[in-house]
Nanobody, 127 residues
Framework: QVQLVESGGGSVQAGGSLRLSCACT??????????MHWFRQVPGKERESVAA????????QYADSVKGRFTISRDNAKNTVLLQMNSLKPEDTAVYYC??????????????????WGKGTLVTVSS
């Protein structure tokens, strides 16, 4: 079992920055055996992958829409994963979800790759 708790969402003007944090509690398997993700969802649309990071943190993957602006990182000693979001745009407005899975892939992740979800944190970017 894995419990994921996101924090750091809020409201910001376009061009600003936010940092999302996800605290992970595991039982049975250790944190560093999970591929960690950030997804986001806008009402009426499918949940989409934003970023992923592998078990050791030395490989990352980003959606084209956030490349060069967002950075995912993890601290296996603290069981946390971060998403640093810079140069935010109004189209980044969404509920952001922390997620855990087991598979590393080079193509786009979907919700089918995810074993555990957090409850989400809202990010609102105003123009």
């Amino acid at each position: 079992q894995v419990q994921l708790v996101e924090s750091g969402g809020g409201s910001v003007q376009a061009g600003g920055s936010l940092r999302l944090s996800c605290a992970c509690t595991t039982s049975g398997r250790t944190f560093d055996t999970y591929v960690m993700h950030w997804f986001r969802q806008v009402p009426g649309k499918e949940r989409e992958s934003v970023a992923a990071i592998n078990w050791s943190g030395d490989s990352t993957q980003y959606a084209d829409s956030v490349k060069g602006r967002f950075t995912i990182s993890r601290d296996n000693a603290k069981n946390t994963v971060l998403l640093q979001m810079n140069s935010l745009k109004p189209e980044d407005t969404a509920v952001y979800y922390c997620a855990a899975g087991s598979r590393w892939r080079i193509d786009t992740y979907s919700t089918y790759d995810i074993d555990y979800w957090g409850k989400g944190t809202l990010v609102t970017v105003s123009s």
